[in-house]
């Protein structure tokens, strides 16, 4: 299809159809891209961004593209996006991080329990004796090959969470405990992984299982936080249905599938874009990272097999890291008792019910969102109300629990998975500086493991939280439940 037909009634090429909505019109025969975004927001996406999502929309068999308020220039399609279609698997929008994903442990501890920054680094400390972050192994946990085997395998059932010394209840707090081949087993999964490791397509699978509890680099992060439950009853009412505890301690998670999920990714892209190079296909737009496999085939269902064992890992590994904390929490202050709240996913393709028929919902950095009264939330916890959303916005200015409304259906039942970046990691090492970014942690009251916070993660390099989150309650698609503050932060220092 021509970009002539592409609509650009502004610079930005997006047409306002609503206070904090809009689209992208690609002309008559082709739906346009939802877009999610106030004024400022929409203004922040920038030429390259949309020019993705035009050549994503453009893709074959693709039938929906949305941008969130979050969205930015990513690897193939825009992060903070969702691209759906009822015929073709695109690993694209699922990236390099399988199921990169978000966890928030609850505790009963009240806010000034750690209110003195020297129980806060002792927290650390113990948090630090056994979780890694970056690269390197966790220490102190060694997790043998069969265990991890299993945990890729079968995700978060509740015999492997046991095994680990995890509450096996956990589970039932996951948006997906377990993911399984196309056919609904597992049992290709394990013949597929023993391929792998037969063929040295994954390599030191021992390493990466020691991995197993560990957060990665970036914009990975653990952030304890105090919770603050708006104060609407309806507010209150669904915070308690989630299991949330005003003016108390909460932990926040953001990792994936480590380095397990980077290796499934990254072979299956060399894989499917060689096979487009020996066909003489050609890639969407001419884009490598567009490469895709029709559903049904050999190609599609090895790649979802891949996904879905680097899911698992995912999920396992995010089930240990909240165990790991809330012993550390335990140790300095004994008597803690924590509850996992909910475990959510922003890189994953899913297959849905979407407009009347199923599809491949791809989130690339993008959160489920399905309201109360939700088919697949039958029979849940979170039936009545929904389920929470897990958004973290940055240290200094505080993350969010979200819940979902009837109109999140617009965005195909999505919205955003953070902030979004505003500048990339080169400008924001440029423009910011160093001791303004460690002072603007220090004036909120929040220590970090690192002895300098990264510049490249810094609060200024992500856009306004609070105006992303106005984007998606004034298009109706979901509401704050409960704000979390930080008091205190572990990344990788190397970031």
Known sequence: MSQRIFNTPDASGITVTGEATGIVDLGASVSPIQVI????????????????????????????????????????????????SPTHIYPGPVGVDIKCS?????????????????????????????????????????????????????????KLLSMFGIPPQWSDRCEDAQHAAPDGRSDPLALRLEKHLREKTVKDFGAKCKQLGSYGGGNHFGECQ???????????????QFGLRDRCVAFLSHCGSRGLGHA??????????QGFRKRGRAFPSG???????????????????????????????????????????????PGTRGELVYFISHNIARREWVDQQWQWVHRKGATRALPAGHKELEGTVFEKTGHPILLPGNPRDGSSVMVAQPGASLTKFSVNHGAGRRLSRTQAKAILTRSEVDRSLDDADVVSNCRSYPIDEAPDAYKDFREVLSSVEKAGLAVEVAKLSATFVIKDPSS
């Open 37 to 84: 975004g106030t004024e400022a927001i929409r203004d922040s996406f920038g030429a390259s961004c949309i020019q993705q999502a035009i050549s994503a929309r453009l893709a074959p068999g693709v039938s929906q593209m949305v941008l969130n308020p979050d969205a930015h220039w990513g690897h193939g399609v825009p992060v903070g996006s969702v691209m759906v």
């Open 102 to 158: 978000m966890s928030l442990l609850q505790t009963d501890l009240p806010a000034d329990a750690i209110g003195d920054r020297r129980v806060r680094r002792e927290i650390i400390r113990e948090i630090e004796a056994k979780l890694a972050r970056g690269r390197r192994s966790a220490p102190g946990r060694p997790i043998a090959e069969q265990s991890g085997f299993d945990a890729a395998v079968h995700g978060a059932t509740k």
């Open 226 to 240: 105090i919770v603050r439950v708006r104060e609407e009853s309806q507010a209150r009412s669904i915070a308690q």
């Open 264 to 273: 499934l990714a990254t072979h299956q892209f060399r894989k499917l874009q």
């Open 287 to 333: 884009e490598p990272e567009l490469v895709y496999a029709e559903y049904g085939t050999r190609e599609a269902d090895e790649y979802l097999q891949d996904m879905a064992i680097g899911a698992n890992f995912a999920t396992v590994n995010h089930m240990l890291i909240n165990s790991i904390v809330l012993n550390a929490f335990q140790k300095v202050i």
